[in-house]
Structure formats: C-alpha cells, structure tokens
C-alpha cells in the first residue's frame, strides 16, 4: 500500500521560511516522479515544483522555493523562503511514473496535505 505523508506545514510571518517533507512507503521511489501541490478553498489544485531527475517550478516560486530529494529516505522536500501571503494553501506531495509533471492527472498517490499559513 502507497503512503505519502507530509509534515512541516504551519504559519509563518511573511518572508519567513518553512521546509516540507514527504516521507513515501509502497513504492519504488527512485523511479518516480514526485512533486509539491497546493490548493486554496474554492480553488483547483495547482502545481508548485517537481523533481525526477531535475527540478521543476511553477513561476510562482521560482527563486524562493527549493524541491529536492533524498532516495535512501524515500522522502521529497520543499524548501520554501521568503514567504509571502498568497503562498497560503493546503500543500500535497503526489507521486508519478510518468507523464506531464505539472499536471494533476499524471499523480497515481497522492498525501493528504498539510497547512501552510502566511501571514502578513
């Protein structure tokens, strides 16, 4: 069974920094692709960076959030600085074999989230 489990979400001031992890289990980790999203109420899920064998980034954050990866952990990172409010949103870890890394139909598994809050 695939697990995906988030932590280090919590509210932070603006321009503060917080790092994320997602601890993965049931699955061949090196061999996929893993990547960060967010969401906001009413809003649809939306790509925040990815990593297979390189980095990726949604415009957004690019410069100020970092996604790596440590495959003897089974674990992804995000790495994110100089917060700013509308950075706030649920943040998910998600899994792929395949496919387009920024869109949300290519993730077999996904986390269940957890809560970045900035405040200004």
């Known amino acids: 069974q695939v697990q995906l489990v988030e932590s280090g979400g919590g509210l932070v001031q603006a321009g503060g920094s917080l790092r994320l992890s997602c601890a993965a289990s049931?699955?061949?980790?090196?061999?996929?692709?893993m990547a960060w999203f967010r969401q906001t109420p009413g809003q649809e899920r939306a790509f925040v960076a990815a990593?297979?064998?390189?980095?990726y980034y949604d415009e957004s954050v690019k410069g100020r959030f970092t996604i790596s990866r440590d495959n003897a952990k089974n674990t992804v990172y995000l790495q994110m600085n100089s917060l700013k409010p509308e950075d706030t949103a649920v943040y998910y870890c998600?899994?792929?074999?395949?496919?387009?890394?920024?869109?949300?139909?290519?993730?077999?598994?996904w986390g269940q989230g957890t809560q970045v809050t900035v405040s200004s």
């Open positions: 990593i297979d064998w390189n980095p």
């Open positions: 049931g699955l061949t980790f090196n061999w996929n692709t």
């Open positions: 998600a899994a792929a074999n395949g496919g387009l890394v920024v869109a949300t139909r290519s993730y077999n598994y």
